[in-house]
């Protein structure tokens, strides 16, 4: 009996170091499955004609939907960059893009319409903002929000206090998203 249970621990050894080196040889290509490049052919030309970070706008689109372009959130968010109506129509007019008002939702499941406004929005927040941090949670609490922690001294205008940002749901976003970011920038460099 003895040599039987040595030889299943001796299995499961073997299994688990088998699952090791799988993780070690095949890591690059896991992560890849994890932190996709879907659409880049739509991203690459946004990022490009509004000059934000490519790695930035997938990092926003994986925390934001995972990139599931029919994501409708429980507070109206919409598409891959989870836009509300009210968002989009204002970047829309602001920027004279063509959106369908009495179609919105509809608007913005279309993925290339969701990530022309979504990349187009965090392009202003990023000039607003003038960092990443800072704009990331704009891009998630809102303007007005922000503008009050900064005007309260919660948090500070350069972001380097970001850890700060008293709403938790913020908080964790905006570290996701750098985190991801890092991530893409070390995975596609």
């Known amino acids: 009996?003895?040599?039987n249970s040595?030889?299943?621990?001796?299995?499961?050894i073997i299994v688990i170091l088998i699952i090791i080196l799988m993780l070690v040889l095949f890591k690059d290509k896991i992560l890849k499955m994890i932190y996709p490049k879907t659409y880049s052919e739509i991203i690459t030309t946004y990022a490009e004609k509004y000059d934000v970070e490519e790695n930035l706008i997938y990092a926003v689109i994986k925390a934001e939907s995972n990139f599931d372009s029919s994501a409708v959130s429980n507070k109206s968010?919409?598409?891959l960059m989870q836009i509300v109506e009210e968002t989009a129509l204002d970047v829309a007019k602001k920027n004279n893009i063509e959106l369908d008002a009495g179609n919105i939702e509809e608007e913005l499941l279309d993925i290339d319409n969701n990530i022309h406004i979504g990349t187009k929005y965090l392009a202003t927040l990023l000039i607003q903002y003038e960092n990443k941090e800072v704009a990331l949670a704009a891009y998630n609490a809102g303007i007005g929000t922000v503008n009050n922690w900064i005007e309260?001294?919660?948090i500070k205008a350069d972001g380097s206090d970001i850890e700060n940002i008293p709403y938790k749901e913020t908080n964790n976003y905006v570290r996701k998203i750098l985190r991801d970011y890092n991530i893409y920038n070390e995975l596609y460099s």
């Open 152 to 154: 309260k001294q919660i």
């Open 6 to 12: 040595w030889k299943k621990v001796i299995s499961i």
């Open 77 to 79: 968010a919409i598409g």
């Open 1 to 3: 009996m003895k040599n």
